[in-house]
């Protein structure tokens, strides 16, 4: 009943429901758009809806609100948090950056409105090596707030960027020691990680990428099976893509899960996603002066992720 009540909610209010792969399958299976960071944002800065509701995290709820002051930006839960936006203090931050005079600020998307309002570019996984390579070599660049992600691109760039020291909660807990276990079990099994991963992990990993380069990979390979290491609801769109193949979840150090979650992602349910369209509750607000500096790096982000066709 709830999946036909959200279909006619959202047909009668003209709303969009834009939902990340880390969400459960039956939010992605209902959402009109399912995509990474970079696509989410994508679609929420051309949507023509009157209403975006962001099935993910409260920065991503943000960035659509940034993109489109105008519409009404729902999410199912403000409680769903992001722990690498959180590692970000906007406060500290901005110490770090007035230490540094002189420095292009590259800040990842997972960080709040009030990050983004003091950064010259943002980026995600997926574009973040084309466009650190698109300042010059001796350009002085911070990036933050992911140090995981940070150093995988200095390590393919030849940078030396200056990190800041935040991380991801379900990226840090992936074990190597377990990862490696699986390889055994499963030898023709391709690692692939998202970059948000620790070195050690990295390294002895098939294929690094993004969310959407993952789902790409794994597509176009001619492997059958896969060790994935990041958040596991991206599997539901892999397997929906390739139902002939098999996905291992990488597991986190906790040896008592299988599997590695985001405990925010999953805090959206299709209840709450019901009761969101209804009473049109929670909306996202963003302080205009922070929208109107923020909205600043995320468009040349867009700009250039669209000439470089990405």
Same mark, same amino acid.
């Given at each position: 009943?709830? +999946? ?7 047909? #009668? +209010?003209?709303?969009?429901?834009? *939902? ?15 995509? %990474? ?7 929420? *800065? ?35 948090? !992001?722990?690498?936006? %959180?590692?970000?203090? *906007? %406060? +500290? ?16 998307? =997972? ?7 003091? @950064? ?6 997926? =574009? ?28 393919? @760039? ?6 800041? #020291?935040?991380? !991801? ?11 490696? #276990?699986?390889? /055994? ?54 397997? +929906? ?12 150090? %906790?040896? @008592? !899960? /299988? !599997? ?22 929670? #909306? ?23 000439? $470089?066709? $990405?």
């Amino acid at each position: 009943m709830e +999946k036909e009540e959200i279909d006619r909610l959202r047909r #009668e +209010k003209n709303a969009i429901i834009l *939902a990340h792969y880390y969400q459960t399958g039956d939010i992605q299976d209902i959402a009109d758009f399912v995509g %990474d960071s970079l696509a989410l944002a994508q679609w929420a *800065a051309k949507t023509t809806a009157d209403i975006i509701v962001l099935c993910g995290v409260h920065f991503m709820g943000e960035t659509a609100k940034i993109l489109s002051p105008d519409k009404k930006v729902l999410v199912p839960d403000l409680n769903a948090g !992001c722990s690498l936006a %959180d590692s970000c203090p *906007a %406060d +500290k931050f901005a110490e770090f950056v007035d230490q540094h005079p002189g420095y292009t600020v590259i800040s990842y998307v =997972n960080t709040t409105a009030a990050v983004k309002a003091m @950064t010259d570019i943002v980026v995600t996984s997926t =574009n973040a090596k084309l466009i650190v390579d698109s300042f010059p070599k001796e350009a002085n660049l911070i990036f933050g707030p992911d140090r995981n992600l940070g150093n995988y691109i200095n390590s393919i @760039t030849g940078r030396n960027m200056l990190l800041w #020291e935040g991380a !991801c909660h379900v990226h840090e807990q992936f074990s190597l020691e377990k990862i490696l #276990e699986l390889k /055994a079990h499963y030898p023709e099994a391709e690692i692939v990680t998202h970059p948000e991963c620790k070195q050690p992990i990295i390294k002895v990993s098939d294929f690094v990428g993004s969310t959407a380069a993952l789902i790409k990979h794994t597509a176009q390979s001619d492997k059958k099976q896969f060790i994935v290491a990041t958040e596991s609801g991206v599997i539901h769109e892999m397997k +929906k893509k390739n139902p002939g193949k098999e996905f291992i979840p990488a597991p986190p150090n %906790d040896s @008592t !899960c /299988a !599997c590695n979650e985001c405990n925010f992602m999953r805090l959206n349910t299709m209840e709450k996603l019901y009761n969101c369209l209804k009473y049109e509750q929670p #909306e996202i607000k963003i302080d205009k002066e922070i929208q109107e500096k923020a909205v600043l790096p995320i468009r040349r982000m867009l700009e250039i992720s669209e000439r $470089l066709g $990405l």
